[in-house]
């Protein structure tokens, strides 16, 4: 999962000498949004169980975290003009840091006060996120800024890789969730107990991450930084409306499917496995599986990074969602071991998507290329609304059948890929 956000055209002044220290410390950014974004996918199948919810009802998670990121990018970006990309990074882990406190009195209070936990770290993470993109760009010199993105995004993997196996050791190894029927047969004070005994399994680690969270906000109020500057449109810039450029409406289009069906997946990794012709597994067994899925994306952006230098990106991504397609289609038809270990592949050819399609839409938009990037950014909102919708379907059909709404996420960008590719082609 990347950090679904991309940095505006910016300069510096102020510079400092060093910019090792403040790299770091940046990187390590990178790193807890990627663990807080995949602890999600830990903590849904244990908060379904706790609290005995439909698969629609746990999806409210993702629809609540991710929602954020419409609701608050807009609102982000005037926040940080008006007291800067440093304040703002603070401002972001401080919110960030608030949003873990309340998954402590959320475990006795039930699961909306979780919901609305969600919605806060997320809505800490999109500050952040906007705040402190453009540092690893000016961090050092111009002509590296695009190994030192590479390096912070491998960071950003490797916290979405170590998040689902953090969270089922410290999370799921306790927990001996009963059936719906134990629960449903329990007296009402007996539930309320039940669930806040289960439920409090998420107060510690939470403390922990605000209290690390809160660490790295002073850390960056100390720190030295570069005083960064946008650069805003000329005077006199053209104004025409950029829904006119039909790749950048369908690259919005490919991010928002993109976004949903990475998520989905994700989302519904530890139900999956544990399904009885799957691989049975107890959910804190599946949440370690998850992590594979995670760091196929780390490991294929490195792949990545070196193959597109030779392969042009239209068929990169064509042949990537293909085989997105290939293996989720297997997961979705098949059984057992192979079943598992293709959906856990799907990671892997994930890995460039978000970046490829990104860099896609906003081919040759010139002037309009700062409105572009936003229009693209709320597109990630399809990582509330996709998780949302097969939802419904698992509660309808079926959790495995339910993956054929991935399929049809993959089978857009595959055409977006190729279209491209004859464009690009067009074009030179």
């Avoid at 919110?95 to 770290?121: D, M, Q």
Wanted: hydrophobic residues 55%; proline residues 5%; positive net charge.
């Amino acid at each position: 999962m990347g950090s679904y956000s991309a940095a505006s055209p910016v300069s510096t002044t102020d510079a400092p000498a060093g910019t090792v220290r403040p790299l770091v410390i940046v990187t390590l950014l990178f790193f807890m949004w990627g663990l807080l974004t995949s602890l999600n996918d830990v903590l849904i199948p244990h908060l379904k169980a706790v609290y005995t919810l439909n698969y629609t009802q746990a999806m409210l998670v993702q629809f609540c975290f991710f929602g954020a990121y419409f609701l608050v990018s807009l609102p982000a970006g005037a926040l940080i003009r008006r007291i800067g990309y440093q304040r703002g990074a603070v401002t972001g882990l401080a919110i960030a840091a608030s949003g873990c406190l309340l998954f402590y009195p959320a475990a006795t209070s039930g699961y909306a006060l979780f919901l609305v936990a969600f919605f806060v770290l997320a809505a800490g993470i999109t500050i952040l996120q906007v705040a402190a993109n453009p540092y690893v760009t000016v961090l050092g010199d111009p002509r590296t800024a695009s190994s030192r993105l590479t390096l912070t995004q491998a960071f950003n993997s490797l916290g979405t890789t170590i998040g689902p196996y953090f969270g089922g050791v410290l999370i799921l190894s306790g927990a001996a969730a009963l059936a719906p029927d134990q629960i449903a047969a329990m007296a009402p004070a007996q539930q309320a107990a039940y669930r806040a005994t289960e439920a409090s399994s998420v107060q510690g680690p939470y403390l922990g991450l605000a209290a690390a969270l809160a660490l790295l906000a002073v850390l960056f109020a100390l720190v030295r930084l570069p005083r960064i500057t946008h650069h805003d449109a000329l005077p006199g810039a053209p104004t025409t409306s950029i829904f006119r450029h039909m790749h950048l409406v369908l690259g919005a289009i490919g991010i928002f499917l993109y976004v949903g069906a990475e998520v989905s997946i994700g989302s519904f990794l530890v139900n999956f496995l544990g399904e009885p012709q799957i691989a049975h597994m107890p959910a804190a067994d599946a949440a370690k599986y998850v992590s594979y899925y995670w760091g196929g994306a780390m490991i294929g952006r490195f792949i990545g990074f070196a193959a597109m230098r030779y392969v042009r990106p239209g068929v990169a991504l064509g042949f990537n969602a293909a085989m997105a397609i290939a293996l989720v289609l297997i997961a979705t038809l098949g059984s057992g071991t192979t079943a598992m270990i293709a959906i856990l592949c799907v990671g892997l050819f994930n890995s460039i998507m978000f970046p490829t399609i990104f860099s896609m839409a906003l081919h040759r938009l010139g002037d309009l290329t700062g409105r572009g990037s936003g229009v693209l950014c709320m597109a990630i909102v399809g990582g509330a609304v996709v998780p949302f919708v097969q939802g419904k379907l698992a509660d309808t059909i079926g959790l495995q059948p339910s993956f054929f709404l991935p399929i049809a996420c993959y089978a857009f960008i595959l055409f977006f890929g190729l279209k491209y590719a004859r464009l690009y082609e067009r074009a030179h």
